[in-house]
């Protein structure tokens, strides 16, 4: 297959492409160094059938997979949002191998300049899948100049300098090309627009979270009991990443504790030591509804000042935080601010009375 081949020429230092993890693993998991997340690419579905869950985005794209295949057409350019860990990039590379093409990679933070995005495009061959990861922190010099290769095959590219400088239109193949955010918002419209398959991301159901679990579990070759997957897979906060990391910390716990196989025991000491609670929270994730509790009575408090007052990027809060909070029913966006739940002050054990002033929820 032309996907499994690796081109001497035009790859993109795939170190680059996945850049966006850095800030996950650098300061969100400071436990996990790259060689770990190297050693997941083993854990990465290779087809649409291996990739769980996401049914009916999944059964879309299949079909517009095979139609593009069945007329020998480049797959129409695509657009994938979601939190980060949920499979963007595996989607990405999954659709090249179902597409039989190659398959090439950058993320817009190493695009610093026009020559480094022509340089990848005049290197693009008929129906390639070129991802962008963290689509939305693009600079306007190169997002034109996406634009019209996205539309018409073509790279605008200035030569000379001053009264003398003209432009040339190079033509591309046609080519598919694939965009990651984890910030829809952020991305200029004009580029949505040009984008002709949308494929959202939601947190994964819980059966969807416990099949990917137990595949894992058999790649890395780790036994591990029924219970044990239920409960790791409701721990994992929605986030297929999440879940095969703490997959490997449970095979640690399960050696030192002298099993032969991940058991629920394992499991539940294994979240204690780790400070994950029932509903899949980390320490952090707790500190962020308390501090909205404590220092602006339950919100609502603007991100900016939030981030600062948690220690965190703005990008990180809302992009890795919030999202999975928000769908907990712990956290609110309001257009004021966040607020926190109910809910919040009872996954706390914090009396609302006590810390009630906004009048906002109470
Ligand atoms: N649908 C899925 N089925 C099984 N494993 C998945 C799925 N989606 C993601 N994964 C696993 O989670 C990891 C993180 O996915 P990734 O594509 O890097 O997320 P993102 O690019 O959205 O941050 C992958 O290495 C893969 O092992
Ligand atoms: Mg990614």
């Known amino acids: 297959m032309a996907s499994k081949k690796t081109p001497p020429e035009g790859r993109v230092d795939a170190a680059e492409g996945r850049a966006e993890n850095d800030r996950e693993r650098g300061i969100l998991h400071p436990e996990i160094n790259r060689t770990e997340d190297e050693g997941d690419l083993s854990l990465r579905p290779r087809s649409l059938g291996e990739f769980l869950g996401q049914a009916a985005m999944k059964e879309n794209l299949g079909v517009f997979i095979s139609a593009a295949k069945a007329r020998n057409e480049s797959l129409d350019h695509l657009f994938l949002i979601g939190p980060p860990g949920l499979g963007k990039t595996t989607l990405a590379q999954v659709v090249a191998r179902e597409l039989e093409v190659d398959f090439k990679v950058t993320s817009a933070p190493a695009l610093d300049k026009p020559k480094d995005l022509a340089g990848i495009l005049t290197t693009v061959t008929e129906k390639t899948v070129f991802f962008i990861d963290e689509i939305h922190r693009l600079k306007p010099a190169m997002e034109e100049m996406l634009y019209i290769a996205m539309e018409d095959y073509e790279l605008d590219w200035i030569i000379g300098q001053g009264p003398s400088a003209r432009t040339i239109r190079i033509p591309i193949p046609p080519f598919t090309l694939v965009g990651a955010t984890t910030k829809a918002g952020n ?32 790649i890395l070759k780790a036994a591990i009991e029924d219970d044990a997957a239920a409960l790791l897979a409701r721990s994992a906060r929605g986030t297929p990443r999440v879940a095969n990391r703490l997959l490997r910390r449970m095979r640690d716990f399960a050696q030192v504790m002298g099993k032969t196989a991940i058991t629920r025991e394992v499991v539940e000491e294994g979240l204690k030591r780790l400070e994950i609670d029932s509903l899949g929270l980390e320490r952090h994730d707790r500190e962020i509804l308390r501090i909205i509790i404590e220092r602006y009575h339950g919100g609502p408090v603007g991100a900016e000042t939030l981030a600062i007052s948690v220690g965190e990027a703005v990008d990180t809060l809302e992009d890795y935080y919030e999202p999975y909070l928000i769908q907990s029913g712990l956290l609110q966006r309001t257009p004021r601010g966040r607020v926190v739940t109910a809910l919040a002050y009872e996954h706390l054990n914090l009396s609302p009375k006590q810390h009630e002033t906004s009048g906002l929820l109470f």
């Open 187 to 218: 991305v200029s419209s004009p580029l949505v627009g040009r984008f002709g398959i949308t494929c959202r991301f939601s947190f994964y159901e819980h059966e969807d979270m416990e099949a990917i679990v137990r595949r894992s579990a058999g």
